[in-house]
């Protein structure tokens, strides 16, 4: 495939084409489909899995907003879409988000080829104008003199028709985009960088330790490596550098002795026994609010026994008692 894409006609307009779409990406386009390329990699163990989904999103004229997207699966191979589970899941979709339309699809290569104007034709069913957005790993790293000063690597196609030589052939033009994010969205992503719902003040707190033990190991390899250096003469030796590090190591408490053992070992006893008694308050809390609740239902049961009924308005039921008390 790789050969045939170096000798085919490029399928990309050259910059000098420009395309008058607004185009907005928010956030959750952009984690879908790198969850989605992660996710095949490691199921497919292929370093370039065929990734593919649609695009959802709402369209105001020339202005389009890319919303959210889902997986499509594929029929003969990679030539053919389901179009019956892209129908089911559109109108699922639609269902919830009755704002949103399929306007396009994605994909994950360095370029779009012919391969991808052959999809293209198939989603034409579904919109008059499908964009294609394509997630290009490989320019993870871009500048910033980049023609669309984008950082992503995701590069948005607008599908147009070319003539040339007295014929008609499809074509795609780059559109640049603007990354929208709501304040919803930043609250989103905020959490999910954090870690999701199990982000507590204490899961913070162990974060940062590790942060920061994680950074001081690094920069001990590196002192330990420029000595070994020094050592094997394959690094200048500065005699301010060593000093310093000998004065650093004299200023470390003795660690490596059978006290010190003996007292990290105490404490870590201690810490893991405070786990277990938190653990265990915890199951007897439970515990306790199960008995109470298994004594609120059988007490009412018991309850509920035969009683003698009262008559109207307070009266004993039954004539020869009435006439009794008269």
């Known amino acids: 495939m790789s050969s045939m894409e170096t000798d085919e006609i490029s399928v990309v307009l050259p910059s000098t084409a420009t395309s008058g779409l607004s185009l907005s990406l928010h956030p959750l386009p952009i984690l879908n489909i790198s969850e989605h390329l992660t996710r095949l990699k490691l199921?497919?163990?292929?370093?370039?899995?065929?990734?593919?989904?649609?695009?959802?999103?709402?369209?105001?004229?020339?202005?389009?907003?890319?919303?959210?997207?889902?997986?499509l699966a594929i029929e003969g191979g990679a030539e053919s879409v389901d179009h019956g589970f892209l129908v089911s899941r559109r109108d699922q979709y639609k269902q919830v988000f009755p704002s949103l339309e399929f306007i396009g699809w994605y994909t994950v290569a360095p370029k779009p080829t012919t391969r991808h104007i052959a999809l293209h034709d198939q989603f034409t069913g579904y919109c008059s104008t499908?964009?294609?957005?394509?997630?290009?790993?490989?320019?993870?790293?871009?500048?910033?003199?980049?023609?669309?000063?984008?950082?992503?690597?995701?590069?948005a196609f607008e599908p147009s028709i070319e003539i040339r030589d007295r014929k008609s052939r499809s074509v795609y033009i780059e559109v640049p985009y603007n990354v929208e994010t709501g304040e919803a969205e930043r609250i989103a992503v905020d959490w999910?960088?954090?870690?999701?719902?199990?982000?507590?003040?204490?899961?913070?707190?162990?974060?940062t330790q590790r942060s920061a033990v994680k950074m001081l190991h690094e920069r001990i390899l590196v002192l330990v490596k420029y000595v070994a250096d020094v050592i094997?003469?394959?690094?200048?030796?500065?005699?301010?550098?060593?000093?310093?590090?000998?004065?650093?190591?004299?200023?470390?408490?003795?660690?490596e002795n059978k006290a010190f053992r003996e007292e990290f070992e105490t404490e870590y006893e201690d810490v893991q026994l405070t786990a277990f008694l938190s653990s265990?308050?915890?199951?007897?809390?439970?515990?306790n609010d199960l008995v109470d609740k298994h004594l609120v239902t059988t007490t009412g049961r018991d309850d509920r026994?035969?009683?003698?009924?009262?008559?109207?308005q307070g009266t004993i039921p039954g004539g020869d008692w009435g006439d009794r008390l008269h």
Do not use: Y
């Open 305 to 312: 026994g035969p009683r003698r009924r009262m008559g109207r």
């Open 232 to 255: 094997a003469g394959q690094a200048t030796k500065n005699h301010d550098i060593l000093r310093s590090l000998a004065a650093l190591i004299a200023s470390l408490p003795a660690s």
């Open 192 to 207: 999910t960088a954090r870690g999701g719902g199990s982000g507590t003040s204490l899961e913070s707190h162990l974060q």
């Open 130 to 155: 499908p964009l294609l957005l394509i997630l290009q790993p490989t320019l993870a790293m871009i500048s910033s003199t980049d023609v669309n000063a984008q950082t992503l690597p995701f590069k």
């Open 280 to 287: 265990l308050t915890k199951s007897a809390n439970i515990l």
């Open 43 to 71: 199921q497919t163990n292929s370093a370039n899995p065929f990734v593919l989904g649609a695009l959802l999103g709402t369209q105001n004229g020339r202005e389009v907003e890319i919303v959210n997207t889902f997986e």
